[in-house]
């Protein structure tokens, strides 16, 4: 059984920042990607971004810049450092990941059960 367990989101002021976490946890055999995706009311899930094993970092264009992703592989956990928010990244964030299990493979993805983050004066 694995879980991945999200904190991190809120109300912020436009310009504001936001730092959201994910912890993986379970019988992991090696986590390949990590990444955060976020829906908006209306829109479909879009990727904001992901590391890959090996160092590829991946940025939605409209988050280039202003967001920041990190993973700390000994804690099984990504973060996703958020500055000058906008209105538009109001949104349920989504932790994911790429992982297998007791052995190299197969490879499942699991979800978190997300994160709201709200940017509103």
């Known amino acids: 059984q694995v879980q991945l367990v999200e904190s991190g989101g809120g109300l912020v002021q436009p310009g504001g920042s936001l730092r959201l976490s994910c912890a993986a946890s379970?019988?992991?055999?090696?986590?390949?990607?990590m990444g955060w995706y976020r829906q908006a009311p209306g829109k479909q899930r879009e990727l904001v971004a992901n590391?890959?094993?090996?160092?590829?970092?991946n940025y939605a264009d409209s988050v280039k810049g202003r967001f920041t992703i990190s993973r700390d592989n000994a804690k099984n956990t990504v973060y996703l450092q958020m500055n000058s928010l906008k209105p538009e990244d109001t949104a349920v964030y989504y932790c994911?990941?790429?992982?297998?299990?007791?052995?190299?493979?197969?490879?499942?993805?699991?979800w978190g059960q997300g994160t709201q983050v709200t940017v509103s004066s």
């Open positions: 590391t890959i094993n090996g160092g590829t970092i």
């Open positions: 379970g019988s992991i055999f090696t986590i390949y990607t």
């Open positions: 994911n990941a790429d992982l297998s299990l007791s052995s190299p493979s197969p490879i499942y993805r699991y």
